[in-house]
């Protein structure tokens, strides 16, 4: 077994240095230091970070798919209120209104209806 090295459980020697540096003798300073380094740090513009993950056959295909969902969903509510909506039953009727089990020769009879 492979062990992840994001495990859920403590890290002890984490734990143990941050401890130290937010409550050593001047945590105000580590604060101070941190936030220069937020600050300090460079960031990319929103169009960098969706090309470093976002390939263009990706963009591509998601933009696809978005406009056949988009198109089938105007197709479908474009549709004439005049002509009837067919329903089709995926199990015969009476194994939804019977409430025991079908007899044998049912269940035969079914069997051998298409012959």
């Known amino acids: 077994m492979t062990m992840s090295p994001f495990d859920h459980q403590r890290d002890e020697e984490l734990g143990r240095l941050l401890r130290e540096q937010l409550s050593g003798p001047a945590p105000e300073a580590f604060l101070a230091r941190l936030r220069v380094a937020v600050t300090e740090a460079e960031r990319p513009n929103e169009w960098e970070t969706v090309s470093r993950w976002a390939r263009p056959r990706n963009m591509a295909l998601a933009i696809a798919a978005g406009l056949l969902l988009w198109l089938g969903a105007w197709f479908s509510l474009n549709q004439p ?35």
């Open 81 to 115: 209120a005049s002509e009837p909506a067919m329903l089709v039953a995926s199990l015969p009727a009476h194994t939804v209104v019977n409430q025991e089990p079908p007899r044998a020769a049912e269940i035969m009879g079914a069997l051998l209806e298409g012959r």
